[in-house]
């Protein structure tokens, strides 16, 4: 019965397709590898791009509301270089502090202006400068083409991004400044005493005091009475 079932297909393949059993059992085989190959190679790539669709949206996550700092150290604005992600990116221009965290593929780690992060990066901006020693708040001595300079991008920052602080100024005071205060101020302390002084050893303008006065008329009626 299987026997005469095989040669009745053989004879269908046969004359159906024109092709020997061998042959069309052989296209048949190729014909389910390739479309095995096919949907692995398109099936990964899919789910590849699924995976990376789903990174892109985990970081393109929308960003927390700007939070205000108000007045804070220099010290203190490092701490938002963007090394801790759950921070915010800071960046000030003149003692001005602007959150630029929409920046971060910019500003933060491994960007290109990833040094300004944390810091008052006035005098680099204007200079357009990457060396360390240009990393600061202090725009002394600059020329009017680099303050010129500095003036844009504080336009720039001021129309994209929210000022949340400024940086707290801190003012040196020299020894030599110091000790002049001090010197200046005992000047002044023993000036008075040395008018008081002054004042108790000046003798009287009007004469001799009333107390010298009467004891020279009780000397002079004792002279009378013994005369």
């Known amino acids: 019965m299987a026997l005469e079932l095989w040669e009745n297909l053989k004879d269908s393949i046969t004359a159906y397709t024109g092709l ?30 699924q995976q990376r669709s789903r990174n892109f949206e985990e970081q393109v996550q929308p960003l927390p509301p700007p939070v205000q700092l108000g007045e804070i150290s220099e010290k203190e604005l490092k701490e938002y270089d963007g ?16 959150d630029v965290s929409q920046s971060r593929m910019f500003y933060g780690p491994g960007g290109p202006y990833a040094l300004f992060a944390g810091k008052d990066a006035s005098r680099a901006l204007a200079k357009m400068s990457f060396e360390e020693k240009d ?11 680099e303050l010129e300079a500095l003036q844009d991008w ?11 602080g400024t940086v707290k100024q801190t003012v040196a005071v020299s020894d030599g400044a110091a000790n002049g205060e001090s010197v200046e101020s005992t000047d002044r302390e023993a000036k008075p005493a040395e008018g008081v002084a002054s004042e ?11 107390s010298v006065a ?13 005369d």
Request: aromatic share 12%; no cysteine; net charge negative.
């Open 83 to 98: 090394s801790d992600s759950k921070k915010p990116l800071l960046m000030a221009i003149k003692g001005q502090i602007y």
């Open 200 to 210: 108790s050893a000046k003798p009287s303008e009007d004469g001799p005091s009333e």
């Open 135 to 145: 990393l600061t708040g202090d725009i002394s001595g600059l020329g009017p083409f």
């Open 154 to 164: 504080e336009y720039k920052f001021m129309s994209k991004y929210v000022k949340v």
């Open 214 to 226: 009467e004891t020279v008329d009780k000397s002079d009626d004792d002279a009378e009475k013994k």
């Open 20 to 49: 020997s059993p061998t042959t069309f059992f052989t296209a048949v085989a190729l014909a389910l590898a390739f479309y095995y190959v096919v949907s692995e190679l398109f099936g990964s790539t899919d789910h590849g791009h």
